[in-house]
T-cell receptor, first 114, second 112 residues
Framework: DTGVSQDPRHKITKRGQNVTFRCDPI?????LYWYRQTLGQGPEFLTY????????KSRLLSDRFSAERPKGSFSTLEIQRTEQGDSAMYLC????????????FGSGTRLTVV | QQQVKQSPQSLIVQKGGISIINCAYE??????FPWYQQFPGKGPALLIAIRPDVSEKKEGRFTISFNKSAKQFSLHIMDSQPGDSATYFCAATLSGNTPLVFGKGTRLSVIA
């Protein structure tokens, strides 16, 4: 297992376009998280899944954002009608529910909206 | 409302010195406090973590000190090396049943 994989690494899009990011978690991890990180800030929680169920969504997650985790494996995060304020690093992390609460993060997808 | 407050924002330390980063939390129900290390272009990586039933945890050159009554915890990096230059984030969660909340980060530079 090579860890958490995110694709693409970089995405440049024009304002108003839709974008979709993919995350492949560590295979035995049942929880998957999406965070957003802007320059000079810590990661901010967006949403998370336990298996295929989306358990929590942050108020940061406007209705332009949607996430899925079909079959409890990989996940996608879609942003519709992108805005310049959406420019950020989108981080995916996975963990196994249990005693150890540490997350394994991917390297992120850097989104630039022009 | 920021649940975890981290300081300082940036830190410059001489090689071989001790780096100290502090965090304060508000929610007394938090019971797991990890520190993450992030290099440019990479995601955060778990460095060390502590639970409130102990006051200190040490792993190699990295030590977490925890003060439950003050609701504070800190990361100490002994014998700091240039390779430690990175951004460090503290975080907290409630038994893993709430998503990790992160501090704003400390950018550490270790100079020779």
């Amino acid at each position: 297992d090579t860890g958490v994989s995110q694709d693409p690494r970089h995405k440049i899009t024009k304002r108003g376009q839709n974008v979709t990011f993919r995350c492949d978690p560590i295979s035995e991890h049942n929880r998957l998280y999406w965070y957003r990180q802007t320059l000079g800030q810590g990661p901010e929680f967006l949403t998370y899944f336990q298996n295929e169920a989306q358990l929590e969504k942050s108020r940061l997650l406007s209705d332009r954002f949607s996430a899925e985790r079909p079959k409890g494996s990989f996940s996608t995060l879609e942003i519709q009608r992108t805005e310049q304020g959406d420019s950020a690093m989108y981080l995916c992390a996975s963990s196994f529910q249990g005693v150890n609460y540490g997350y394994t993060f991917g390297s992120g997808t850097r989104l630039t909206v022009v | 409302q920021q649940q975890v407050k981290q300081s300082p924002q940036s830190l410059i330390v001489q090689k071989g010195g001790i780096s100290i980063i502090n965090c304060a939390y508000e929610n007394t129900a938090f019971d797991y406090f990890p520190w993450y290390q992030q290099f440019p272009g990479k995601g955060p990586a778990l460095l060390i973590a502590i639970r409130p039933d102990v006051s200190e945890k040490k792993e190699g050159r990295f030590t977490i000190s925890f003060n439950k009554s003050a609701k504070q915890f800190s990361l100490h990096i002994m014998d700091s090396q240039p390779g430690d230059s990175a951004t460090y984030f503290c975080a907290a969660t409630l038994s893993g049943n709430t998503p990790l909340v992160f501090g704003k980060g400390t950018r550490l530079s270790v100079i020779a």
